[in-house]
């Protein structure tokens, strides 16, 4: 059973400080990651991909995959309250048909 | 530019009843996929469509059925609902980018069975 794991939560954080969020997963022949965002009571949407080891940067969010470890993480600097959200970590399946796994999600929380 | 369109935003039917979840999506995706999602258990894929006339099961298809009635749209069917069958449910289409499928969620449907 392939498996994508993350703490629930929920993360809180002061305004302004660094988010960090963390995934494992269990299937060595994934090759794509996805990080979604998703408000309370919205559908996901897309923030963050990322395919190759090391870090990718977009504005405030970072991703950093590391296949060795299994691990793929999520920072947000500089948090703001409209940050909060929960957080899911998408893994693409090994093999041809590519569906994604997700996580159950992480719970954040920005207090001003 | 609409993207993924569900309907029924919201429905609740009795143990034992039909209903058909539309979803059409304007982005010319070849695939499009029917999640459920349930506190504590995540995003799950009832089925999929990898392009038009093709469909697959996914993780939890039991109790469902599913509809590629042309490239925009993919419906998604109860045909005797449950109560194990309350969720919200995400329909979301993709685009392949560095062979991975990049999704694009609707807004969600939420389904109570009584």
């Known amino acids: 059973q392939k498996e994508v794991e993350q703490n629930s939560g929920p993360l809180s954080v002061p305004e302004g400080a660094i988010a960090s969020l963390n995934c494992t997963y269990s299937?060595?022949?994934?090759?794509?990651f996805f990080w979604y965002r998703q408000y309370s009571g919205k559908s996901p949407e897309l923030i963050m991909s990322?395919?190759?080891?090391g870090d990718k940067e977009d504005g405030r969010f970072t991703a950093q995959l590391n296949k060795a470890s299994q691990y793929v993480s999520l920072l947000i600097r500089d948090s703001q309250p409209s940050d909060s959200a929960t957080y899911l970590c998408?893994?693409?399946?090994?093999?041809?048909?590519?569906?994604?796994?997700f996580g159950k999600g992480t719970k954040l929380s920005v207090k001003p | 530019n609409a993207g993924v369109t569900q309907t029924p935003k919201f429905q609740v039917l009795k143990t034992g009843q039909s209903m058909t979840l539309q979803c059409a999506q304007d982005?010319?995706?070849?695939?499009m996929y029917w999640y459920r999602q349930d506190p504590g258990m995540g995003l799950r894929l009832i089925y999929y469509?990898?392009?038009?006339?093709?469909?697959d099961k996914g993780e939890v298809p039991n109790g469902y059925n599913v509809s590629r009635l042309n490239k925009r749209e993919f419906s998604l069917r109860l045909e005797s609902a449950a109560p194990s069958q309350t969720s919200v449910y995400f329909c979301?289409?993709?685009?392949?980018?560095?062979?991975?499928?990049?999704?694009?969620f609707g807004a969600g449907s939420r389904l109570t069975v009584l």
């Open positions: 990322i395919y190759s080891n």
């Open positions: 299937d060595r022949g994934s090759q794509s």
């Open positions: 998408a893994v693409k399946e090994g093999g041809s048909q590519g569906n994604l796994i």
């Open positions: 469509s990898a392009s038009e006339g093709t469909t």
């Open positions: 982005m010319n995706h070849n695939s």
């Open positions: 979301a289409s993709s685009v392949t980018e560095a062979g991975a499928n990049v999704l694009t």
